[in-house]
């Protein structure tokens, strides 16, 4: 699915943007980062889709609810 590749890449840059090297921000980036089935995103994207949103203005939310998915753990 092209919008995964898409949402995992511009995932990695804004954890490797937002979190630096201390050992806190090193076990954020793996939770965040370890690559999973990604449903939350597919979902949203497949929502944006629907309603013939673009994929761009729909991935800060996918990045957002993957993030909170991913504290929530």
């Known amino acids: 699915m092209k919008e ?3 949402f995992e890449k511009e995932l990695k840059r804004f954890v ?3 979190y630096k090297e ?3 921000e090193k076990v ?3 939770c965040i980062l370890s690559r999973g ?8 994207f497949e929502i ?3 309603y ?3 994929i761009k203005q729909t991935m800060p939310i996918a990045i ?8 929530s753990l």
């Open 48 to 50: 944006a889709k629907h």
């Open 22 to 24: 201390s050992n806190i």
């Open 52 to 54: 013939n949103q673009d």
């Open 37 to 44: 089935k990604r449903i939350r995103p597919a979902l949203c």
């Open 64 to 71: 957002a609810l993957e993030i909170i998915h991913s504290a």
């Open 28 to 30: 954020k980036k793996y």
């Open 16 to 18: 490797l943007n937002r």
């Open 4 to 6: 995964i590749e898409i």
